[in-house]
């Protein structure tokens, strides 16, 4: 599934000696042995996420608790070492990819809900907390977290707030910056700071804002206090099938024009829709050209309106099938095709290679035919699973993994969807982060003033990068980490 | 005219124009300006001129306050040494805007009333109701102060709907953060750290926002409560059942007689919760409400619509003006606390304020947790600045018990110098560092934001 990008971005980089074993048991004696992680057959686990990079760590440790984050953190400093934090390694950007090698700090033994505060619609978690086992602890009391991921049932917490991770059903709600209220921080000198809480309108800067969709390059978070919603009273999925892509990218604008905003409103596209139905098998016609499903919620009253409206945006532009799911069984088979369309590209493709592109949401058809100029262009196939309705895009670029000519085309192709994405108004990610994977395209949407500015910000922080290397900056400017470079070579 | 003494005075001259410098700033005094009077005023006309000044300013080491229509002069901290200040009220204007991809590009001195007049013609809204928007508040001044409204419950503050803003920082770099997309995570959320601000970061220049349609029905169900404690059972209901409205806010008697709204000065403290949706949705939740809490202790039940409705929640978006307006000693402390709490701050506020023989008159925010309470003097010509002084601290120490805080928004600059020493968090160091690296030389509004950043 996942490919080697060129080989100079891919072996560590003037990082010195490995982790010897005096300073493994140094590590082993902080945080207990059965926490660290450093044979090589071990530390290949942890080398990839869910993008194309790959990079071998020093060491993965596993604390149990923020002093031994803090303890962990204060050893790497002192022996100059790169940390970074990583969740369940779902990301989609290669932001838990150690670049550099250097030592992973992984979350998974600390997974606790620590705090259900249902009176004050909070929560309070520590960073390994599966997203989906959080609405799944509240939702017999009615409330969920609403940021939803496409890979909630095992993506975390923390890697959401670092990532400022979307989903489906953020449409309506926001995405992870506007459910999360505070975090314990650990910052990379070892200093812990608390940012926020419970209640809304800190006083002074709102550093939650400024370090949720950092990409962990800010500070390791350990702890976050989140927002939790009450479940609706109701809910309606639609499927509208239609024979051509155009009728359906314009249905979305119809639904918008309407003054509806669908609590997630999804479009597939032929190729995927193959993918998914050989999958899944939930009912997703393989002949259309496209499919939107949407989602409407709330009281019964406003669905029941809401529904008929978008019924009759659909037929507008000539849907040949609007299906209402008539039961949750049906609704969550739907849903259930959506959520595993990457993994369902396994059935017609060796490899896949996601983008994340923003388009304003009037501009999809263009953009979707633009998208097939490019596949055309490079002579590859190209799926496409996204967001319409905030005009996420999520093109799925179909390549062999073992083809390397073929791999450098992909390379292109996806940033020449970005490229185009940016000269539309939009952006080259929506939810994934910009991570390793994008780093270099920054200056497509950023002037040298703007990553002055970040860089700056990161040096508040991370004054010597040493906290998650090479990430979001261009590797050309690299504010701070050229520095640690030379560190590096001079580790002893 | 006053002398002008330096040749950098001169050079604004030449940076914005002649009619865009006022080298007599007595006008400030009217908008509530403490302290001494800075040297010039300056309106640039671009982007390019705000650089341009921040550079000499620069230079000519002055320190500088950032404006927009003045509505908020006084709110906050006082300002120490100011030299300059720089209005953004000709930097104004919508730049873009796409009523179908519900996004709105538009310069930091547009007034607010002026582009939701703009949005509503497209039957779309920016669902700000901040105080001061009938008196020319700007979009750049609810940033800077992160001003918010009743419908916060449901459409979030200032933070939820900016997606990308332009600035210019100390040293008169030009830079921006976010974009014109509704969903984007390149780069670093500069605009999260902008807004609340005070200026003291950077000077926003433009920004984009999400909007959102017009609600097609709205209705307004007032709900009289003896005490306090009953009006926050009946908001935990509310709050726990589906039925929740767009804005739920708790009023007092003394707030109701303020604002001139006799229909919620009956009772003690009065629930008024707005709905907003399809006509039919309206009309259930408005005969379900009062149903719904009628074992809460409520007194009274009454349906507010059309005129009387947009008048009610006109009066409780600018009942901190009208406040100001009754007394020249008004003090505003804003609390910020989780759900729970709220009850306890409006009783210890009245408490607080009739022990030390002061009016209070309380908004609250029911579903958010922000809560106004307005302090003024019993008597018209008494001066209490100690007891308004301890009056605030008892509000803020309850706030700071319950893991909330409360912040002294409005006051006299002599009850600004007895507040206690505010209690920082263990990330204040951060964000001193983070003033540092964007304005070493603390050019921006110094002493202005709280903590003195």
Request: glycine share 10%; with cysteine; aromatic share 6%.
């Amino acid at each position: 599934m996942r490919a080697r990008r060129g080989q100079s971005q891919l072996h560590k980089v003037e990082s010195g000696d490995d982790l010897d074993s005096r300073r493994v048991s140094e590590l082993k004696n902080i945080i207990g042995s059965q926490a660290v992680l450093h044979a090589p057959e071990d530390l290949m686990l942890y080398e990839y996420d869910g993008s194309v990079d790959r990079a071998l760590p020093d060491a993965v440790v596993f604390p149990s608790t923020t002093e031994e984050v803090v303890s962990t953190v204060c050893w790497a400093r002192e022996k100059n070492f790169a940390i970074l934090a990583r969740g369940a390694g779902t990301g989609l950007s290669g932001g838990s990819v150690p670049v550099n090698g250097g030592v992973v700090i992984g979350f998974s033994r600390m997974k606790k809900i620590v705090e259900i505060d249902l009176a004050n619609q909070r929560a309070v978690v520590q960073p390994g907390v599966v997203n989906l086992d959080l609405s799944l602890a509240v939702a017999k009391s009615g409330y969920y977290y609403v940021p939803d991921p496409s890979s909630q049932k095992a993506c975390t917490i923390g890697g959401n707030v670092a990532e400022n991770s979307g989903g489906p059903h953020t449409l309506a709600y926001g995405v992870t910056t506007n459910h999360v209220l505070g975090l314990e921080v650990v910052l990379p000198d070892g200093e812990v700071i608390h940012t926020g809480g419970k209640p809304l309108d800190c006083p002074g800067y709102d550093l939650t804002g400024l370090i949720v969709g950092s990409e962990g390059t800010l500070g390791i978070v350990t702890q976050a206090i989140v927002k939790l919603t009450r479940l609706p009273e109701a809910v309606q999925t639609i499927l509208a099938i239609f024979n051509s892509v155009d009728d359906a990218a314009d249905t979305v604008a119809e639904i918008t024009a309407r003054a509806i905003t669908p609590a997630a409103l999804e479009m597939m596209d032929q190729l995927a829709l193959q993918a998914v139905e050989a999958a899944t098998h939930a009912g997703y016609p393989c002949d259309a050209a496209a499919v939107l499903l949407i989602e409407v919620e709330g009281l019964r009253e406003a669905i029941e309106v809401q529904t008929e409206e978008i019924r009759d945006a659909c037929k507008h532009h000539a849907a040949r099938e609007v299906r209402v799911a008539q039961s949750e069984v049906e609704r969550q088979l739907l849903w259930a095709g959506r959520k595993n369309a990457f993994g369902a590209m396994g059935r017609i493709a060796k490899s896949f290679y996601v983008q994340d592109g923003v388009i304003p949401r009037t501009r999809i058809s263009e953009t979707l035919r633009f998208i097939g100029q490019v596949g055309e262009k490079y002579d590859l196939r190209i799926a496409n699973v996204f967001h319409a309705g905030d005009g996420n895009l999520h093109p799925l670029i179909l390549f062999d993994i073992r083809d390397h000519e073929q791999y450098r085309r992909v390379l292109q192709a996806g940033a020449e969807i970005l490229a185009y994405c940016v000269s539309i108004g939009g952006s080259i990610t929506g939810e994934h982060g910009v991570g390793m994977e994008k780093s270099d395209l920054m200056p497509l949407l950023f002037t040298e003033n703007d990553l002055t500015i970040m860089g700056k910000l990161k040096s508040v922080f991370n004054r010597d990068g040493r906290l998650n290397p090479s990430k979001i900056f261009p590797t050309s400017k690299g504010c701070g980490e050229i520095q640690v470079g030379k560190q590096w070579a001079a580790r002893t | 005219m006053r002398v002008i003494q330096s040749a950098g005075l001169r050079e604004l001259y030449d940076i914005a124009g002649s009619e865009h410098v006022i080298y007599d700033a007595e006008f400030l005094r009217q908008h509530g300006w403490e302290g001494e009077l800075p040297k010039a005023c300056v309106t640039p006309s671009t982007e390019e001129q705000l650089c341009e000044i921040m550079r000499l300013a620069q230079a000519e080491k002055w320190k500088v306050a950032p404006a927009g229509n003045f509505t908020k002069v006084r709110l906050g901290g006082v300002t120490e040494g100011i030299d300059l200040v720089i209005s953004l009220r000709c930097l104004n204007g919508i730049i873009e805007y796409q009523p179908a991809d519900l996004t709105v590009t538009v310069e930091a001195g547009t007034r607010l009333s002026a582009l939701n007049a703009a949005l509503a013609k497209e039957r779309q809204m920016l669902p700000l109701d901040v105080p001061f928007t009938a008196t020319g508040a700007t979009i750049g001044g609810v940033m800077a102060t992160n001003s918010s409204g009743p419908r916060r419950l449901s459409y979030g503050s200032v933070r939820d709907m900016a997606i990308g803003a332009r600035f210019v920082t100390a040293d008169g770099t030009l830079a921006k953060s976010g974009g014109k997309v509704v969903k984007n995570v390149a780069g670093y959320d500069i605009v999260k750290l902008l807004i609340g601000s005070y200026g003291t970061l950077g000077i926003v220049t433009s920004a984009t926002f999400k909007v959102f349609p017009l609600p097609p029905a709205t209705a307004t169900v007032v709900m009289g409560f003896a005490t306090v404690v009953d009006a926050m059972k009946a908001r935990d209901r509310i709050l726990n059942s589906p039925l929740i409205p767009q804005s739920l806010d708790l009023v007092d008697a003394a707030a109701a007689e303020l604002m001139g709204q006799g229909i919620a000065t009956e009772s003690a403290y009065s629930l008024l919760a707005a709905v907003a949706g399809p006509p039919l949705m309206v009309e259930r939740v408005c005969r379900e409400l009062p149903e719904l809490v009628r074992f809460d202790g409520v007194r009274s039940v009454s349906e507010l619509n059309g005129e009387a409705e947009r008048t009610l929640w006109n009066a409780v978006q600018e009942i901190t003006p009208l406040a100001l307006e009754r007394s020249r000693q008004t003090t505003v402390v804003k609390g910020s606390v989780v759900l729970s709490n709220v009850g306890n701050i409006v009783a210890r506020a009245r408490d607080a304020a009739a022990q030390h023989e002061l009016q209070v008159a309380t908004v609250a925010r029911a579903g958010s947790g922000t809560v106004y309470c307005h302090i003024w003097p019993a008597r018209d010509g008494d001066a209490p600045a100690e007891r308004i002084a301890n009056t605030c601290e008892i509000i803020v120490r309850e706030a700071e018990q319950h893991g909330g805080w409360a912040t002294i928004e409005w006051t006299t600059a002599e009850v600004k110098s007895r507040l206690p020493q505010w209690n920082v968090g263990d990330d204040f160091a951060v964000m001193q560092r983070v003033k540092h690296e964007l304005d070493p030389e603390g050019v921006l509004n110094p002493g202005r934001l709280f903590g003195k950043i």
